[in-house]
């Protein structure tokens, strides 16, 4: 069973820094190739998605988060970050984590954390 933890959300002023953290337990990072992925949802809102990154380190991100935002992955440690800088108050949401595992082609198992809360104050 492959369960997922966030941490890292908090109270931050605008213009300043988060960094959220998933950590997955289980062996999802030895399946073939694993798209790892960061969603942000407000309330009355559809979830949205934020960054992503592939097995092989191609990313993806927003548009609205484009040159503030990182995501990057440490496999040894079975875990995925989300460097958030020059946040705005836009950027409140709950953040969640996904993992999608494959195998080639086929959708192994869809994973998700809990989610974790992100507030910019002005």
């Known amino acids: 069973q492959v369960q997922l933890v966030e941490s890292g959300g908090g109270l931050v002023q605008a213009g300043g820094s988060l960094r959220l953290s998933c950590t997955a337990s289980g062996n999802i990072f030895n399946i073939e190739s694993t798209r790892w992925g960061w969603y942000r949802q407000t309330p009355g809102a559809q979830r949205e998605l934020v960054a992503a990154?592939?097995?092989?380190?191609?990313?993806n991100y927003a548009d609205s988060v484009k040159g503030r935002f990182t995501i990057s992955r440490d496999n040894d440690k079975n875990t995925v970050y989300l460097q958030m800088n020059m946040l705005k108050l836009e950027d409140t949401a709950v953040y969640s984590c996904n993992a999608k595992a494959f195998m080639s082609t086929i959708l192994l198992g869809d994973y998700w954390g809990q989610g974790t809360q992100v507030t910019v104050s002005s």
């Open positions: 990154i592939t097995s092989g380190g191609i990313t």
